[in-house]
């Protein structure tokens, strides 16, 4: 029972939760194993395209933000193993910066993701998943949701690929979150060739994949990021797989969990072809 996803109080889009809140609600739900990643802070120069520029914590939050999970993770280290982490964001244009970050954080982190929330466009740059409104906005930008989708899975494939230092995260976030307003955006060109190249890439350089089920309880989606046919691909491919529950206030812990372990179980018990 692990959760690899869950942000905390120093989210400034999340709730005020503490961070006690969330260990024991992890205990009560079972839970064995869970990692804090917060937002880690933006590249100075980056400017952040949502209206209250609130996608991250600060870089002067971050040295408290470290020092209060590692004090939670020494209360309760004898009830629950408590990762200290961050999810980085992969920025087309601040890789120098965002490596810079990750050489000085790097060490003092016991897990990380590295997600794409921000697509550029001709110099300017969006944040896909801030509101159905805003996405509506980028539709528009970018001229289509089909290409809207295909430069959300180019960046993660340049993520993916892209050299970040020692200490870049190994773990690929929420792969599929284009998808979270599909329900009124729906995509209607397939996507599995980049779906299959992802996970190709992913394979290919050890990484990990965050099934995230915040997507399973965002009424715009209702399914998880990814879904469960590319969880099956990616087990055939052998690719560690982590729940995350994406939390952002301790009642979103387990989100989605229930379902996807039932998928996640059927496709192991799904007939192989001979």
């Known amino acids: 029972m692990r959760d690899g996803h869950i942000h905390t109080p120093f989210c400034p889009h999340g709730s005020q939760d503490p961070l006690e809140a969330y260990v024991e609600r992890a205990i009560e739900l079972g839970y064995t194993d869970i990692s804090f990643t917060e937002h880690a802070p ?22 408290r933000y470290l020092h209060a999970v590692a004090e939670v993770k020494a209360r309760y280290r004898n009830d629950i193993a408590i990762r200290v982490g961050l999810e980085v964001d992969f920025i087309p244009g601040f890789e120098e910066e ?19 929330h921000f697509l550029a466009h001709e110099g300017q740059y969006v944040c896909l998943d801030y509101s159905e409104d805003m996405f509506a906005d980028i539709v528009r930008l970018f001229g289509s949701v089909e290409r809207v989708h295909r430069a959300y899975y180019e960046t993660v494939r340049q993520s993916i690929r892209t ?10 976030g929420h792969m599929t979150l284009v998808r979270k307003f599909q329900r009124r ?8 060739e980049w779906i299959v190249a992802i996970l190709d890439d992913i394979k290919q350089f050890g990484y990990e994949l965050d099934y995230n089920g ?13 879904p469960g046919g590319v969880i099956a691909e990616a087990r055939r491919r052998g690719i560690p797989i982590v729940y995350g529950s994406d939390a952002h206030r301790a009642a979103d812990l387990h989100q989605g969990r229930e379902r996807m372990d039932r998928e996640a179980l059927s496709v192991d018990n799904r007939p192989q072809p001979s």
């Open 42 to 63: 933006l590249p100075e120069r980056f400017i952040d395209p949502t209206p209250n520029q609130d996608c991250s914590m600060k870089l002067s939050q971050l040295e």
């Open 163 to 172: 050299e970040l230092g020692r200490y870049k995260p190994r773990r690929i």
């Open 185 to 192: 955006f729906p995509c209607l060109e397939p996507m599995d």
């Open 98 to 116: 965002t490596t810079r970050l990750l050489d000085e954080v790097g060490p003092l982190l016991d897990d990380s993701i590295l997600s794409v």
């Open 214 to 226: 915040a997507g399973a309880a965002k009424p715009l989606c209702l399914e998880p990021y990814p």
